[in-house]
């Protein structure tokens, strides 16, 4: 009886998520500093991507993306390899409500195929007309899993430096 409670009310907050009132930030500093005091306060909703609009969805991935960039600079420099052939995926959207039931912002995890190249031994003169599974075929597979937050008005975005981006088997 519980669960089904549980469900009913998650669907219904989920039906009145695009009518729910937007914290709108002032500023990116003002959504960063929520960002940074962010805690279990907050009611989180899974969402399905389909439940996203098009242009949510659109600004949510161009967020990812920019995310994911600074990769390079950050958990690639540890002994991993990205498949530059696999997509990067969003893998969870959460809705997070404060007290007032506002949208305060959406949590977003995404990820990439990728290798742990500590675990093997791969040619690391191999050029791009090769396969990346062929190159890292003795490799450790798994993904760099990433996080952020998005403003509810999808204005704003930081990544979640209490979870970063890291490799996940």
Same mark, same amino acid.
């Given at each position: 009886?519980?669960?089904s409670v549980f469900l009913?009310?998650?669907?219904?907050?989920?039906?009145?998520?695009?009518?729910?009132?937007?914290?709108?930030?002032?500023?990116?500093?003002?959504?960063?500093?929520?960002?940074e005091s962010y805690g279990n306060s907050m009611d989180e909703v899974e969402m399905e991507l389909k439940d996203l609009s098009k242009a949510q969805l659109q600004a949510i991935q161009t967020y990812v993306k920019d995310s994911s960039d600074v990769w390079v600079d950050t958990v690639l420099e +540890?002994?991993?390899?990205?498949n530059w052939k696999a997509e990067l995926v969003i893998d969870a959207v959460s809705a997070l409500y404060n007290s007032k039931g506002e949208l305060?912002?959406? $949590?977003?995890?995404?990820?990439?195929?990728?290798?742990?190249?500590?675990?093997?031994? $791969?040619d690391e003169e191999a050029d791009d007309s090769k396969e990346p599974s062929e190159i $890292?075929?003795?490799?450790?597979? +798994?993904?760099?899993? +990433?996080?952020?937050?998005?403003?509810?008005?999808?204005?704003?975005?930081?990544?979640?430096?209490?979870?970063?981006?890291?490799?996940?088997?």
């Open positions: 009886m519980m669960k009913f009310f998650t669907a219904l907050t989920l039906s009145f998520s695009a009518q729910a009132s937007i914290v709108k930030y002032k500023s990116e500093e003002a959504f960063r500093a929520f960002v +540890g002994p991993y390899q990205l305060a912002a959406y $949590y977003v995890t995404f990820s990439q195929e990728a290798w742990f190249t500590d675990s093997c031994e $791969y $890292y075929a003795e490799c450790g597979a +798994g993904s760099i899993v +990433g996080h952020i937050f998005v403003s509810g008005d999808l204005k704003f975005a930081a990544d979640d430096w209490n979870n970063p981006a890291d490799f996940q088997d």
